[in-house]
C-alpha cells in the first residue's frame, strides 16, 4: 500500500451554486459535468436530471451530484455508480461522498451528518477508504461494523470468500469493563469483548482468536472474541492508550503506513491489509472538505 496522497483521495468540491431541484420533479438530483458523462448509456454534456436507480459513468471528466435532500456525491474520471437517493452502488473507480452513503465489493461506507469519504476501488478486490472529515462507518454484507475511521484515516478493505479463515488478530489496550475485558483495535477501531484470555487489563496486546457466533457482547463491544493466543506489547497508560518506547507499541504516523495483516469480525471475513494516518487536507493536495 502506497502512503495516501492526492491520487488516492478524491476531493470534495462542491458547487454551492446549485439549487435543488423542486418538489415536483421526479428525479433525485442532478448531475453536473463539464465534460461527457454516460446516463443510462445515454451520452450527455452538462447538467441533466439524475433518478432513482440512473447509472452513472464518466470518461475523462469528473461529475459532481448534488442530491435533493442535501447529499453530494462527486464521481471521479473513469467511474461507474448506480445512484439512488441514499447510497451509489460503485462499480468502478472512485467516489467522494457527503452525508451519503455508498456500496463497494459488498461493503457498506456510511459518513453521516456532515462527514464525508472518499472510496476507490482496486485491482483483487481492494476497496479504499477514507475518512475526510467527521466519522466514516463501514460494515459488510451481513450489517457487522467493521471499521470506525476517524477524520484523516484511511483503511485498505478487501472482503474474503465465504468460509475464509474466520481467524482474527487484533491489537490495542485490554481495559477492563464490569466482568469482561474489551479491546479496542488499533486499525480498524472496533471494540470487541476478549473471552478466554488472561490479557490483563492495563496492557497493550496483541491477540489472535475467532468470533463467537450468536455471542451477546458486553456494552461498548460489538462482538465476542474467542482468545487462542496473546502477545503482550508492553503497558498502556489509565485512558487506555500505549506507553511509547514500552514494547515496540506504536501508531501510524502521519504521511506513513503501518501494515496489519488482519482479519476482522465477520463469518464472511475482511482483510484489514493495512492503514495510515491521512493528515493534512488542503489545497494543495486537490482536497477540500
Known amino acids: ?49 439524475i433518478f432513482n436507480g440512473s447509472t452513472l459513468e464518466t470518461q475523462s471528466a469528473v461529475s459532481q451530484v448534488r442530491l435533493n435532500g442535501g447529499a453530494q456525491l462527486r464521481l471521479a474520471s473513469d467511474s461507474r455508480g448506480t445512484v439512488y437517493s441514499d447510497h451509489i452502488d460503485l462499480q468502478k473507480g472512485s467516489a467522494s461522498i457527503k452525508g451519503y452513503s455508498a456500496n463497494a465489493n459488498g461493503l457498506n461506507i456510511r459518513a453521516d451528518g456532515k462527514a464525508s469519504a472518499a472510496i476507490s476501488m482496486h485491482d483483487q478486490g481492494i476497496v479504499q477508504v477514507a475518512a475526510l472529515t467527521g466519522n466514516v462507518h463501514v460494515f459488510d454484507a451481513a450489517g457487522l461494523n467493521i471499521a470506525n475511521l476517524a477524520p484523516g484515516r484511511a483503511l485498505d478493505l478487501r472482503p474474503q470468500a465465504s468460509g475464509a479463515a474466520g481467524a482474527s488478530s487484533l491489537t490495542g489496550c485490554a481495559v477492563k469493563s464490569g466482568n469482561g475485558t474489551l ?29 463467537v457466533s450468536n455471542a451477546t457482547p458486553a456494552s461498548g463491544a460489538t462482538e465476542v472474541i474467542n482468545v487462542t493466543n496473546v502477545k503482550d506489547l508492553g503497558a498502556c497508560t489509565p485512558g487506555g492508550v500505549p506507553v511509547a518506547g ?42 477540500s472538505p
Open 1 to 49: 500500500m502506497e502512503v495516501l496522497n492526492s491520487k488516492a483521495v478524491l476531493g470534495f468540491v462542491f458547487l454551492s451554486g446549485v439549487g435543488l431541484m423542486s418538489a415536483a420533479t421526479p428525479g433525485i438530483g442532478v448531475a453536473i459535468s463539464a465534460g461527457n458523462i454516460s446516463i443510462d448509456s445515454s451520452a450527455t454534456v452538462g447538467n441533466a436530471t
Open 183 to 211: 479491546l479496542t483495535d488499533e486499525a480498524s477501531n472496533v471494540t470487541v469483548q476478549l473471552r478466554g484470555t488472561n490479557a490483563k487489563a492495563g496492557r497493550h496486546v496483541e491477540i489472535t482468536g475467532s468470533m
Open 246 to 287: 514500552v514494547g515496540g507499541g506504536s501508531s501510524a504516523s502521519i504521511g506513513t503506513v503501518a501494515l496489519v495483516a488482519i482479519v476482522v469480525l465477520s463469518a464472511g471475513a475482511v482483510s484489514v491489509i493495512g492503514y495510515a494516518a491521512a493528515g493534512g487536507f488542503n489545497s494543495s493536495n486537490n482536497v
